[in-house]
C-alpha cells in the first residue's frame, strides 16, 4: 500500500486538512477558535506541514514535497523530471480531499458565516491588495525563500552530516511558520499552487451553505508565482551544488 503516490497524496491531505483547518477554525462563525489571529494561522500551518511531511513518509513517499513548486524545484536542481506527473496529481488529488475534509468538520459553520469572503478564504488565498504584479512578485519570494532555505537545512554544505534524522519536518515546519508572520501578508502567502489550486476546485464544486464566487480571475498567481519560485530557487541550488 505505502508508495510515492499514496505518501505524496496523504502528506498533502493532512496538510490542508488541518492548514485551511485553522483558517476556518478562526473565521467562521461560532467556531470556539473565531478570531483568535493571524498569529494562530500561520503557528498552525506551520505545525500543519510537520504533520503532513511525517505522514507523508509514512504513507512511502520519502521524498515528502507536498506542494508541486518544490516537486518542480527538485527537478530543476537534478535535472529529473520524471516525477513531475506522478507527484502533482497526487499532491493536487489530496489538497482537494483535504479541503472536503475541512468542509465536512465544520459543516454547521458555514451557513452561520455570512462573509462569502470569509467562507472562500478557508479554502484558498486572496490579496490583501489586489495588485496583480506585486501579488505576484509576493508568491516568487516567498516560495524561493521556501525552497532555498529547506534546501539548505538538507545540504551537507551546511551541516556536515546532514540534519539529524526526523530534524527535517520540524526545521521545514519553523520555516513556513516564519514565512507566513514575515510575508504573508500579502497574499496569504499559498507559496504552494496545490494548496490553492485543489482547495479552491474544492470550493468551486462544493454545495458549501452561502458560498459566493471563487475568484478564478486570481487563481493564476497562487500557481504561476510559486512555480516561478521554485524554478528560481531550484537554479540557484544546482549552481551551489547543494
Known sequence: MRSPFFGEFMGTLVLILLGNGVVAGVLLKRSKAENSGW???ATGWGFAVVCGVFTAVLCGSQDAHLNPAITL???VQSGDFSKIPLFVSAQMLGAFTG???VWLHYFPHWKVTEDTEAKRATFCTAPAIRNPI???????IGT??????AGAMTSKL???TGPAAGLSPYLVGCLVWSIGLSLGGTTGYAINPARDLGPRLAHATLPIAGKGKSDWGYALIPVLGPCTGGVLAGLLLRALGA
Open 39 to 41: 498569529m494562530v494561522i
Open 73 to 75: 524545484a527538485m527537478a
Open 99 to 101: 479541503a472536503t475534509l
Open 134 to 140: 506585486a501579488n505576484f512578485f509576493s508568491e516568487v
Open 144 to 149: 524561493a525563500v521556501l525552497v532555498l532555505v
Open 158 to 160: 551546511v551541516l556536515s
